[in-house]
Nanobody
Framework: QVQLVESGGGLVQPGGSLRLSCAASGSIFSIYFMDWYRQAPGKQRDLVATITFGGSTNYVDSVKGRFTISRDNAKNTVYLQMNSLKPEDTAVYYC????????????WGQGTQVTVSS
């Protein structure tokens, strides 16, 4: 029903920046909250950031002040701007579409790898 495609991952040095993109298959932002999650090897998939219908945002403490979630409604695209990257940020990053009454997304992208290493 909903397709999400992530892009923008890659290898970056500590302190560097990346911008991830999540392109949705349609105009879904009036139905779903949009989340960014990440999952490091051997670890659970954790919520990183959320943007609501009205554009309010929330972040996990570990990325607060460094990451910014945003969206372009006309392009049906959600972004995650990541600055001051740390090795601990290394993970596969996933975009998710979530009904606000549900704690986890109903739809997921396939993920994009972010590696922070010197």
């Amino acid at each position: 029903q909903v397709q999400l495609v992530e892009s923008g991952g890659g290898l970056v040095q500590p302190g560097g920046s990346l911008r991830l993109s999540c392109a949705a298959s349609g105009s879904i932002f009036s139905i779903y909250f949009m989340d960014w999650y990440r999952q490091a090897p051997g670890k659970q998939r954790d919520l990183v950031a959320t943007i609501t219908f009205g554009g309010s945002t929330n972040y996990v403490d570990s990325v607060k002040g460094r990451f910014t979630i945003s969206r372009d409604n006309a392009k049906n695209t959600v972004y995650l701007q990541m600055n001051s990257l740390k090795p601990e940020d290394t993970a596969v990053y996933y975009c998710g579409a979530r009904r606000p009454t549900i704690p986890t997304p109903q739809y997921w992208g396939q993920g994009t790898q972010v590696t922070v290493s010197s």
